[in-house]
């Protein structure tokens, strides 16, 4: 961990970092826990408006990211973003294409059985993946490779790259898994609880490869794949 720590010092904060960290670690979850908390409580948004408002939710921060990066002059690496990828990194392409392969199978065989499918088909339409017009899948393809990409910049490679230096990787790993799980949103604890195991698990990944070309490319394909699955349903449940 000594040499990613290494690898992670940044040169200073300045204010731009500052304010992606307070809205990442703090305003960002804050919301999201809001609203998992309250969503019982009133009816769920059109799919379109939930899609444009998370659009915006994860669009804005990296601008402000991408525009952080090129005054400052700082380097692509730092963000995991170094080419050429590294063995770490292949490695982990070879792990993501089998894990997406047994996602695959697995969905295969859960659509041959009526009381998974029809689970499957509540999950996808709570989590706004139950799209059932050509347009709604475009806006969500859009979407997944914004956060598929997006998320894994912010929460790992922007997190780590400036909360390492001051706890220590370890503790970056904490402050990134709980802003992303948090942040990701839930209807049940069970939920809540899953979300910050998988980002444990993305953000541990992440520290020991120190490559997020993987990462973004399994986490835009689940979702992808979630969306297909949801435009199949949602055409078939229209039909």
Same mark, same amino acid.
Not at 42 to 55: E, M, Q
Not at 67 to 70: F, K, P, V, Y
Not at 95 to 113: E, S
């Given at each position: 961990?000594?040499?990613i ?9 300045n ?9 990442l ?8 826990l809001r609203?998992? =908390?309250?969503?019982?409580a ?14 915006i ?6 601008l402000?990211?991408a525009?952080? *990066?090129?005054l ?10 170094? /080419?050429? /990828?590294?063995?770490?990194?292949? /490695?982990?392409f070879a $792990? ?18 009526p009381?998974?499918l ?11 993946? $139950? ?9 969500f393809?859009f979407l997944? $490779?914004l956060?598929?990409c997006?998320?894994e ?7 780590? *790259?400036?909360v390492?230096?001051i ?17 990701h949103?839930?209807?049940? *604890?069970?939920?809540? =609880?899953?979300? /910050? ?5 993305f ?7 120190h490559?997020?070309? *993987? ?11 979630a969306g ?10 229209q039909?």
């Open positions: 961990m000594s040499a720590t290494a690898e992670l010092l940044p040169t200073g904060l204010g731009l970092d500052l304010a992606l960290l307070l809205y670690c703090a305003i960002f979850p804050a919301l999201q609203n998992s =908390l309250r969503a019982r009133k009816p769920a948004r059109p799919v379109l408006h939930r899609h444009f408002l998370s659009i939710m994860a669009g804005s921060p990296l402000v990211l525009a952080d *990066w090129r400052t002059e700082r380097p692509a690496g730092a963000l995991g973003l170094g /080419i050429p /990828i590294s063995l770490l990194g292949q /490695i982990g $792990l993501a294409a089998v894990l997406i392969f047994g996602l695959i199978v697995a969905a295969q065989r859960a659509n041959t059985d009381e998974k029809a689970a499957y088909r509540v999950r996808l339409d709570e989590a706004g993946m $139950l799209t059932r017009t050509q347009g709604e899948f475009a806006v393809v997944a $490779l956060i598929g997006g998320s910049i912010l929460f790992r490679g922007f997190l780590l *790259w400036a390492a230096p706890i220590a990787v370890p503790g970056a790993v904490v402050v990134a898994t709980l802003a992303y799980g948090i942040g949103g839930f209807k049940t *604890w069970r939920q809540a =609880l899953g979300s /910050i195991a998988s980002a444990f698990a953000t541990i990944a992440y520290a020991l490869t490559s997020l070309w *993987w990462l973004m490319a399994f986490h835009t394909m689940v979702a992808l794949h297909w699955s949801g435009y199949r349903l949602g055409k078939a449940a039909a």
